[in-house]
């Protein structure tokens, strides 16, 4: 069983995002074909934890992904997907806080300065 086996996006919530996206094919400028599968990785990162490093290449390259995830940021991109879809009981997962991320076990506690 591989990552992509573990999708979490229903096609109704991707239905429901799509046309907040940039990037489509109806836009001028660029466009991926990629998008569902760029958005599946951001909830791979959310559900996870885990660093941009560790991002499966199923997802795509870990760099370009953190990029593409940060311009969206900056354009609202997140921000109105989160809006729409916060009615939405099935999206839970789509709300990450910081109250559900926890740290390392070694991750506190060390003395500064190192060994």
Not at 14 to 39: H, Y
Not at 74 to 80: E, I, L, P, S, T
Request: net charge positive; with cysteine.
């Amino acid at each position: 069983m591989g990552v992509l086996d573990r999708l979490v996006l229903s096609d109704a919530a991707w239905e429901r995002m799509a046309s907040l996206i940039i990037g489509r094919p109806d836009q001028k400028g660029s466009t991926r074909s990629d998008n569902r599968l760029f958005v599946e990785g951001m909830l791979w990162i959310a559900r996870t934890g885990a660093p941009w490093r560790d991002l499966p290449e199923a997802f795509g390259d870990w760099n370009s992904t953190f990029r593409r995830f940060s311009r969206w940021s900056g354009k609202g991109v997140w921000q109105r997907i989160s809006e729409r879809m916060s009615d939405d009981p099935d999206c839970e997962y789509l709300i990450v806080g910081s109250t559900i991320i926890r740290a390392h076990q070694h991750a506190a506690g060390a003395k500064k300065g190192g060994v």
